[in-house]
C-alpha cells in the first residue's frame, strides 16, 4: 500500500543543559533536511556512533553516551525509521539531562511527524526476544501520555548509562509523543539482552500502531478526534 504522505520531522532542542537536533522519517528513506545538522567528522577524523545507511534506511545518532546510542539505533532499525539525532549534553554532571532531553526531542519528533492518526492502525503490540530475555510493548497512539516501564533491570550501569535512565527516557518519550505506553521484560538474566530486547519490542509495536489500514481519512477514536 502506497503512503499517502511523508511523514517527517525535524526538532531541535536547545536549553542551557543539553542540544539536541532530530531529523525523523517514519517510512524510512531519506531524513528530512535539518538546518546547521553536524557532520561525522571531528577534527577532521569520522567519528564512530550508531549509524547504518541502506536504500531503504538512513540511522546516524550520537549522543555522547554508546549505550544510549546502541538502544535507539535498535528502535529505529526496527521501527523502520530513518533518524539523524546528535545530542550535546552536560555530561560532566551526569547522564540525566542528556538521556532525558533526547528521549523528548525525539518523542516531540514522533508525534510531528505523524500530524494526524487519521487512517492508521493505532494500537500496535510486540514481543522480542534476544537469547533468554524476553519483552512486550503495546503502544496507543491516543495522544493521552501514559507509560508503565519495567525492565526489571539489576546493574546500576550499561556502559556509561544509569540503568535507571532507560524506564525515565521510555516515560518521557510517551510524554513528548503523547502516546500511551506499556513496556514490559518478562524475563531474561542479562541486563543488556532486558534493555536491547525491550527497545525491539517497542520498535515492533510503533510500526505496528502507525501502520496505514487504507481508511483514508478516518480517525481510529468513537471520539472522533484524537490529535
Not at 83 to 106: P, Q, S, V
Not at 117 to 129: D, E, S, V
Not at 204 to 224: C, F, I, L
Request: aromatic share 6%; charged share 20%.
Amino acid at each position: 500500500m502506497a503512503t499517502p504522505r511523508i511523514r517527517s520531522a525535524t526538532i531541535t532542542r536547545d536549553t542551557n543543559e543539553t542540544k539536541i537536533q532530530v531529523a525523523l522519517n517514519l517510512d524510512g528513506g531519506e531524513v528530512p533536511q535539518l538546518e546547521n545538522a553536524e557532520g561525522v567528522e571531528v577534527n577532521g577524523e569520522r567519528k564512530i556512533h550508531a549509524s547504518q545507511n541502506s536504500k531503504s534506511q538512513q540511522i546516524d545518532i550520537d549522543t555522547g553516551i554508546g549505550f544510549l546510542d546502541h538502544m535507539l539505533h535498535a528502535l529505529a532499525k526496527h521501527s523502520g525509521w530513518s533518524l539523524y539525532l546528535r545530542a550535546k549534553g552536560d555530561l560532566h554532571i551526569d547522564d540525566h539531562h542528556t538521556t532525558e532531553d533526547t528521549f523528548l526531542a525525539l518523542g516531540a519528533a514522533f508525534k510531528s511527524a505523524l500530524h494526524t492518526t487519521a487512517g492508521l492502525a493505532r494500537f500496535g503490540h510486540a514481543y522480542a526476544p534476544l537469547d533468554e530475555a524476553l519483552s512486550r510493548a503495546v503502544i496507543d497512539l491516543s495522544n493521552r501520555p501514559y507509560a508503565v516501564i519495567d525492565l526489571g533491570l539489576k546493574r546500576e550501569w550499561l556502559g556509561t548509562l544509569s540503568t535507571e535512565m532507560l524506564p525515565h527516557g521510555l516515560q518521557s518519550f510517551a510524554q513528548a509523543a503523547g502516546v500511551t505506553l506499556h513496556v514490559d521484560c518478562i524475563r531474561g538474566d542479562n541486563d543488556h539482552h532486558r534493555a536491547e530486547s525491550a527497545f525491539k519490542a517497542l520498535a515492533g509495536a510503533a510500526r505496528m500502531a502507525t501502520a496505514w489500514t487504507g481508511r483514508e481519512g478516518e480517525v481510529p477514536s468513537t471520539k472522533g478526534v484524537l490529535f
